[in-house]
């Protein structure tokens, strides 16, 4: 019995933390993309306005977790540090620089 109030207690405790946490986190099959909400603004209306060209890179599903070859090049977002985006295929991606995978399709 003390180990179920015990265990329901910590269970309420990190629910409790994890909805006082001000980070968004999206979840894709490989990765998890933490930006928070203002991180996630930027992202959506920088990339929105990318003035660069869609790279077109045959046979390449654009999808989460797809690592991009090394023609593609990255760009910067303001603030966010972590991640760069990049326009392949038509579609807005970010991606993790340190191994090249998309970690978010960004529509």
Not at 8 to 17: E, K, N, P, R
Not at 55 to 66: E, K, L, M, P, T
């Given at each position: 019995m003390k180990r179920t109030i015990t265990a329901?207690?910590?269970?309420?405790?990190?629910?409790?933390?994890s909805a006082l946490a001000q980070v968004a986190t999206t979840t894709t099959t490989t990765r998890t993309v933490e930006l928070s909400p203002e991180q996630r603004t930027v992202v959506q209306q920088y990339v929105v306005k990318d003035t660069h060209p869609s790279?077109?890179?045959?046979?390449?599903?654009?999808?989460?977790?797809?690592v991009l070859p090394p023609n593609v090049a990255f760009y910067e977002v303001p603030n966010v540090e972590r991640y760069r985006y990049t326009y392949v295929n038509n579609h807005r991606v970010l991606v993790d620089p340190s191994t090249r995978a998309v970690v978010e399709v960004i529509e």
């Open positions: 329901s207690a910590l269970a309420l405790t990190f629910l409790a933390g790279i077109a890179v045959q046979g390449f599903d654009v999808r989460a977790g797809a």
